[in-house]
């Protein structure tokens, strides 16, 4: 079977849904193959834009400021990357990457607002929500269920951490002691910190319960009273003014449910940052899938691309396969939003790392070919340290229009774009900026597609 | 509180230390044994757990037959954790057949008593029939049998058996220095105390060390002196039971190297390389890795397809044979009296030895031990049953009374026997306990519990030696938060500590994972730093954690 379009997208993490929202809203004939799993619904959901500088440990207080100084001290960041287009004068470079960022942003949260992944947060200031171990982490954006309002600045404010009989991925009384011995070193609020356990038992047993099971559930009707009034007792016991759940709150009632348990209880309710499988992640992957369905786009899932044609320097087409049929589509400009790892975008074995749909060469994060590297001396001795493992730096370079390149600086194709953890030159983990980056880069991707499709239809 | 006068300091918890604490205490001498880290935290825990006929030592009768007779002891005390499996050695050509023959005899000279079958040879269709992924020229196979145990609950249950027999069993103790009057007689051991930062010293009339590759250093801080060879050996550690059946082959340097299903995963080992390093720092090499791998592809071409997980390196701490290469060492053991070389009155040492050994070796000590205290004590160590050894369990039942997997109970089964029940008993009055913590293994809340309170773990770590915990494909990616939160409440600690708990078992699983990474380990480690750096914020903690000796440096 053949078809044709204006724009393919390969990929269908933050970054693919990004570029082929973005074009589909432009009018533009958009089709979007997605092979499996993505790290965008790993996620704990919140939005990271900039959270720490490589090599720095005083986390950013917004990301607008870390913008400003990435873009004079990594001027090869994907977030960088813009500015250095021939087009913009050069007293210009620095706003440009400032502006992009912040308008792509701006972008996301007005776009997922009425989905079920709404977002809270601006560019101005990073947040510090909680996390399920008890820690925090500077990010920029967060969904409105993670909203914990006063708890870290009301000096009454005494928390609950509310766990789950019989649900590991979260155990609230060390949450509870890591947060508190953390807000003591800071000598600020809340300075009453308690844990309690509920029952929530979707199939009648108390064990081996998961966050899918648990937010289905929650999704019904009646659920939220019978939590609300299991914890009646607990916050009077303690006083509570501010209850921290799991990330399990629902998948598409989340926020309905936290406002119906804050009216129920009294408190302010709200949900943690939590690990895969994460439901803040799906809600967050669903809300991108819907905005791209509704802006036009059609998604092809369990499609892989596996092959294209190429003639000079144009891509032609790409071949996908699906279980039972292979089909090829006819475009005009393509995005390469394949993710790392986890996404399969980048993939490797002891002889060195390749892309895997183009079959191109990776480079590591100082721009060094990484088609010949042993991945294990691409990493550091430490395992999780602010260094990070450098592995994770590897990707495509890219030129300013975001089109990945050969090892003399020019790109591969006219028309191929990429976006997200596919580009080189970031290391998401250590500086906070997965799914911003993911944002930004689908977002200039699509921007320069749509006008290399402009030009030449 | 640990009592002060003891009749023998045993320094070492690896197999032979174990093992001699657990003899020593059943013939009722006030023992003590005292490990500088966990029980099993060193060479032991890096072993095949082959408790082998003996067969690569053909050139040492007396070894085989020894071995041969441990191996009927261990399935007679310690069955439930001990599985047997068969092996297939495939030939490409008959120079490889020719070469030794004389192996054939030697192994079946003793296969009644072990129980199982005499060698023979497969022809190639019967081999691939059994490993569809055997190279298909092959011009024909050998067929035999060994068994394997759990070299981890081994040592545990010997320790926890020579505890039940009044000994004590101090872990995070270090040895760091001797008691000696003018008469060069050892009257006391100075030990620091790793969790709690203090100096302990206690009397004993005699000292046992077995040390391991660190037998010399323990010799040396009593100023006295023991020539020993250090010996690294490499494993590569694959996802799952790749094989259906042990392999094993001649490396390309005409040494033996083998493929065997080990527990859920599967064991690629071993190299053989003299080392004059600390053995705390080794990693497994680029080379060895190719060297494994590429040796095993000459009879299974597919094996780099398989997912390799990680590596595990150890120190065998062989007899100091010169002028030999190390497969030509003895694997038999020595146990050097220090008295007797002008050295120091009670120092007792060993040198050499294996784990399939170590019962055999402690009673040979503990027969000294006894001379030297003037008693006159037989050994029962290869008749009493370690703990869990009593009974069989049915699983089916027990499966359908408690309402846990078949599959969860097997793997508790071969890690606990009768002993399981304890665990079991625990989930009825908390239901929640039967929460799979541990996907992998798998590995319920109520085992982690049990392990905590009976099993003195002090760090996730401790854990998976005795649970297997984080020992699967995600390599702890998703357990360690989980187990490490169950820890900090049974052991009621701070919050730092928890988090110290993370870093602690995500730098030891690294350790192994680093050295292999490619393929689909490249997308777990991305997962692993996405949770704990990118969403944990770990990465930025400021909690105290303490560098370990293979991060040092760059
Ligand atoms: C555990 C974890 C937690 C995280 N938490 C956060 C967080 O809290 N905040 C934050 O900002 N970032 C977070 N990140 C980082 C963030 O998730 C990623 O950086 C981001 O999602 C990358 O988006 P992407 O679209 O580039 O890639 P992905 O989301 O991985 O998407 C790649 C897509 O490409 C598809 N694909 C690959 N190859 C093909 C092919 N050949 N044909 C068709 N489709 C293909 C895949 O199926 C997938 O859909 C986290 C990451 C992890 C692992
Ligand atoms: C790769 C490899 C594969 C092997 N495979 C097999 C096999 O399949 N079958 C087999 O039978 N044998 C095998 N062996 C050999 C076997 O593992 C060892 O011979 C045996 O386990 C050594 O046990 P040990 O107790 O003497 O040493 P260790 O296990 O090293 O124990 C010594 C202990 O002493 C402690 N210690 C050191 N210094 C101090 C101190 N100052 N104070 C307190 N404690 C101290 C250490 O922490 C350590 O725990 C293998 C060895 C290697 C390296």
């Keep these: 079977m053949d078809l044709e379009a204006d724009l393919v997208v390969i990929g269908g993490g933050m970054a693919g849904l990004i570029a082929g929202t973005i074009a589909a809203e432009e009018g533009l004939d958009t089709i979007l193959l997605r092979k499996g799993q993505s790290a965008t619904a790993y996620s704990s959901g919140a939005i990271d834009v900039i959270g720490y500088l490589p090599e720095a440990s005083e986390p950013i207080s917004s990301p607008e400021e870390g913008l400003f100084a990435l873009s004079r001290l990594y001027p090869l960041h994907p977030y960088s990357v813009i500015g250095y287009d021939d087009r913009i004068e050069s007293g210009k470079i620095v706003e440009t990457i400032v502006e992009r960022t912040k308008e792509a942003i701006t972008w996301l949260k007005a776009h997922l607002d009425g989905t079920d992944a709404p977002l809270m947060g601006d560019f101005k200031s990073n947040m510090h929500p909680i996390t399920i171990l008890g820690t925090t982490k500077p990010t920029c954006l967060i969904q409105k269920t993670m909203d914990h309002g006063d708890v870290q600045t009301r000096e009454d404010s005494v928390l609950l951490f509310i766990g789950i009989t019989g649900y590991a991925d979260f155990n609230p009384s060390t949450a509870a002691k890591t947060y508190l011995e953390d807000r003591i070193a800071d000598t600020s609020p809340p300075r009453i910190v308690g844990h309690r356990t509920v029952q929530v038992m979707p199939f009648g047993k108390p064990y081996n319960l998961s966050s899918v099971e648990l937010a289905r559930h929650l999704d019904h009707e009646g659920t939220i009273e019978d939590l609300a009034e299991q914890l009646k007792g607990h916050i009077e016991q303690l006083g509570a003014t501010h209850l921290a759940f799991p990330p399990i709150l629902g998948i598409q009632n989340a926020l309905k449910n936290k406002v119906k348990l804050e009216e129920l209880t009294g408190t302010t309710v709200f949900e943690l940052l939590g690990f895969p499988p994460s439901i803040p992640g799906q809600r967050l992957q669903r809300a991108l899938e819907t905005i791209f369905t509704k802006a036009g786009g059609k998604m092809l899932l369990g499609h892989e691309a596996t092959s294209y044609q190429k003639v000079n320097d144009i891509v032609k087409s790409i071949t996908a396969t699906a279980p039972r049929r292979e089909i090829k589509i006819d475009a005009n400009a393509f995005v390469l939003a394949t993710g790392k790892y986890i996404g399969g975008g980048i993939a490797g074995d002891e002889k060195g790392l390749r892309e895997t749909v183009f079959d191109l060469g990776p480079v590591t994060g100082d721009y060094h070919s990484a088609m010949e590297i042993v991945p294990s001396r691409s990493t550091s001795r430490l395992s999780i340290s602010p260094t990070g493992q450098p592995i994770q730096s590897c990707g495509l370079s890219v030129d300013p229009r975001f089109r990945p390149v050969n090892d003399d600086g020019i790109e591969w194709a006219k028309n191929l774009f990429a976006a997200g953890a596919v580009i080189a030159g970031y290391n998401y983990s250590v500086e906070k900026s997965g799914l911003g980056v993911a944002a930004t880069s689908g977002y200039s991707a699509a921007k320069n597609a749509i006008e290399f499709i402009k030009e030449v239809t | ?554």
């Design chain 2, 1 to 554: 509180m640990t009592k002060s006068k003891f009749d023998v300091v045993v320094i070492g918890g690896g197999s032979t230390g174990t093992a001699v604490a657990r003899d020593c205490a059943m013939r009722g001498l006030q023992t003590l044994l005292l490990e500088r880290d966990d029980i099993a935290s060193a060479t032991v825990g890096t072993c095949a757990g082959m408790i082998s006929s003996g067969l690569k030592y053909r050139d040492e009768p007396d070894m085989m037959k020894i071995c041969s007779k441990e191996v009927v002891y261990w399935n007679h005390i310690a069955r439930h954790i001990i599985a047997k499996n068969p092996i297939l050695a495939p030939l490409l050509d008959l120079s490889d057949a020719a070469s030794d023959s004389s192996y054939m005899e030697s192994y079946s000279e003793h296969v009644e008593e072990r129980d199982v079958p005499a060698m023979m040879f497969l022809t190639p269709d019967a081999s691939i029939e059994i490993e569809p992924m055997l190279h298909p020229e092959i011009i024909a196979s050998v067929y035999y049998e060994e068994y394997f145990i759990d070299p981890f609950r081994l040592c545990l249950l010997q320790a926890l058996d020579a505890r039940n027999h009044g000994a004590e069993i101090r872990t995070y103790c270090e040895v760091i220095d001797f008691e000696i009057n003018d008469k060069q007689e050892i009257e006391g051991v100075i030990f620091y105390n790793r969790v709690s930062g203090a100096t302990e010293r206690v009397e004993t009339k005699l000292v046992v060390n077995a040390a391991g590759p660190w037998a010399h250093k323990v010799a040396k801080s009593a100023k006295d002196y023991l020539p020993i060879r250090l010996n690294k050996g490499a494993h590569v550690i694959f996802d799952r039971r790749i094989v259906n059946i042990g392999i094993t082959v001649k490396a390309m340097d005409g040494r033996w190297i083998y493929l065997f299903p080990h527990e859920n995963t599967t064991l690629l080992g071993t190299t053989a390389l003299d080392t004059w390093e600390n053995p705390d720092t080794l990693v497994a090499s680029f080379d060895e890795i190719e060297y494994l791998l590429q040796s095993m592809e000459t009879v299974l071409p597919s094996i780099r397809e398989a997912r390799i997980i990680r590596t595990m390196t150890g120190v065998r701490p062989l007899v100091p044979d010169w002028k030999v290469p190390e497969r030509n060492v003895t694997r038999g053991y020595r146990i050097i009296d220090h008295s007797e070389n002008d050295g120091k009155k009670g120092l007792i040492s060993f040198l050499g030895g294996k784990l399939v050994t170590c019962r055999h070796m402690a009673e040979a000590v503990t027969d000294l031990v006894c001379e030297k205290l003037g008693k006159d004590i037989a050994c029962s160590t290869h008749e009493k049953p370690l703990p869990g050894n009593e009974d069989d369990v049915d699983i089916i039942a027990l499966s359908k009374e408690y309402d846990i997997s078949l599959h969860a109970l097997e793997r508790m089964r071969a890690r606990r026997g009768t002993e399981m029940v304890k665990v079991l008993e625990l989930t009825k009055e908390h239901p929640e306990w039967k929460t799979t913590i541990c996907t992998c293994e798998p590995i319920i809340e109520a085992e982690i519990r049990l392990s905590i309170r009976e099993e003195f773990p002090q760090t996730l770590n401790d854990l998976r030696r005795r649970l297997r915990l984080g020992t699967g494909p995600c390599q702890g990616t998703f357990c360690t938060y989980k187990a490490a939160s169950i820890l900090s409440d049974e052991l009621g600690l701070a919050g730092d500590d928890f988090l110290v708990d993370i870093l602690d078992f995500r730098a030891e699983r690294w350790k192994g994972i680093r050295q292999s990474m490619r393929g689909e380990q490249l997308a777990q480690e991305e997962l692993a730093q996405g949770m704990y750096a990118c969403v944990g914020n770990l990465d930025q903690s400021d909690v105290d954690y303490d560098v370990k000796p293979w991060e040092e440096g760059f």
